[in-house]
């Protein structure tokens, strides 16, 4: 018996699938460039190549960055499809809906969030 979403969860469902697919689309274009400046870098002066150097590991931050955007976005879509959403992994309590609507792949409440970053 599949689990059946609220409205609300719907909602975050279409939103989460679009920022998925929003993030694939800018992580291809980041891996492109990134190909491509790599392809690029080969032929130029030291300050070339330092420069390049620094635009590589720039991409590579934000690639890695992307990544675990786009796993927290898969998650979350876990947690829709099995009734486990907009619940904080922490307490158990409900992550309020506008926290959720706010950073729709949000893992726990503002209060766990806070105890957290204060560690």
């Known amino acids: ?8 969860e ?14 694939n689309a800018k992580i291809s274009k980041s891996d492109a460039d990134f190909k491509n400046l790599v392809g690029s870098s080969g ?3 030291s300050i070339d190549v ?8 720039k991409m590579e931050a934000i690639g890695k960055m992307d990544a675990g955007r786009l796993n927290a976005i898969n998650q ?5 499809r099995n009734g ?5 992994a922490q307490c158990g309590k409900k992550i309020p809906e506008a926290r959720l609507r706010a950073l729709p792949f949000a893992l726990l409440c503002l209060s766990c969030k806070s105890k957290s970053e204060h560690r």
């Open 43 to 45: 032929g130029g002066d």
């Open 10 to 23: 719907k909602e975050m469902e279409q939103l989460l699938l679009s920022m998925k697919s929003e993030l």
């Open 76 to 80: 979350a879509l876990i947690r829709v």
């Open 84 to 88: 486990k959403y907009g619940i904080c």
């Open 50 to 57: 330092a420069s390049d150097d620094l635009d590589s590991k």
């Open 1 to 8: 018996m599949a689990y059946e979403m609220t409205a609300f």
